[in-house]
């Protein structure tokens, strides 16, 4: 994928690919992994056990990442094009926060994934030291939860047979990291450039339903409740409820990360705040992950006055 300008490149100039493809951000796929069984808690519990890689949600928040940074380079070239690039910028925003939000909100199932969620957690708190407040740092230390003190990835092999591992290793998390372009299957989610302006602006005009959003998390967090009072829960049941946690916090900060336009959006958003706030039993960093999209929907909600800011219209 190309990610960075060239002296010559202008956003005028670059050939839009006219063909649609479809585009979904890593928490709205996760629909798709939600298979039909005998019963919801069956379903939630397989379900936790078909969740992606954290690297392969690493490398596409990472490749939106270099695509924003394109587009800011260019904008600077010709700021008469910003009205026509923002809602591109405005989906890639969508899709790299909700990567970088499933990376921390999904269980790591191998080194691979401690890896990547190690890697990009501490890229977020040395973020957070340099450009926010204590407060949104402390947040940044919530979402993240607890880190090694030492990088595991800077432990030196001893013998040839652990160089051979580290750079087998290295090659394919590096290899991740730089997603190419590729057919996916539909409703998986793929890594999109600027030349797909088309399609990335279709995705965000299209938008998601946040009303439907919140009473789908509200019903698995129903249930969540009902088998958290179960006296002696088989592996089943904590399955269920942590594949259940999952999906109903992906659907909530779904409901956060995306601009209100109605206020039927706002009402949602404000509800889906006071339910996550009311959640003592949930862990934590559950409730750390929903404010940061939160703010960050409130971000790209103050751009424009085609949105609505909840904190205006409480």
Do not use: C
Not at 16 to 35: F, G, K, Q
Not at 239 to 255: C, F, N, P, Q
Not at 274 to 301: C, K, M, N, Y
């Amino acid at each position: 994928m190309k990610t960075t300008a060239r002296r010559d490149e202008l956003l005028s100039t670059i050939v839009i690919d006219s063909s649609r493809y479809p585009v979904i951000d890593d928490l709205a796929a996760l629909e798709r992994l939600v298979p039909e069984a005998p019963s919801q808690a069956e379903s939630l519990a397989i379900f936790r056990h078909q969740l992606p890689s954290l690297l392969e949600l690493r490398g596409r928040g990472q490749a939106h990442t270099e695509q924003v940074r394109r587009l800011i380079g260019l904008l600077a070239r010709e700021k008469d094009q910003v009205e026509t690039w923002i809602d591109i910028a405005n989906a890639l925003t969508v899709l790299t926060n909700a990567s970088n939000l499933a990376l921390l909100l999904l269980p790591a199932r191998n080194e691979d994934d401690v890896w990547a969620r190690e890697q990009f957690g501490r890229n977020l708190l040395r973020h957070a030291r340099q450009h926010a407040d204590g407060e949104e740092i402390a947040l940044a230390r919530r979402a993240v939860g607890e880190l090694p003190s030492k990088p595991a990835h800077l432990t030196l092999p001893t013998g040839i047979a652990e160089v051979t591992e580290m750079i087998e290793t290295m090659a394919r998390r590096v290899g991740a990291l730089q997603p190419k372009p590729e057919v996916v299957a539909p409703g998986a989610p793929s890594s999109h450039s600027l030349e797909q302006a088309d399609s990335l602006k279709a995705y965000f005009d299209a938008a998601s339903d946040l009303a439907g959003l919140f009473g789908g998390a509200q019903k698995v967090l129903a249930l969540v409740d009902s088998l958290r009072g179960i006296a002696e829960p088989d592996v089943m049941t904590a399955d269920a409820i942590e594949g259940g946690l999952i999906l109903a916090y992906a659907r909530l900060i779904r409901v956060a990360l995306w601009p209100a336009r109605y206020y039927d959006d706002v009402s949602a958003k404000t509800a889906a705040r006071d339910l996550v706030r009311s959640r003592d039993a949930d862990p934590d960093q559950l409730g750390a992950l929903w404010e940061i999209a939160f703010g960050q929907g409130e971000t790209v909600a103050g751009q424009s006055s085609r949105f609505l800011n909840v904190g205006e219209h409480d």
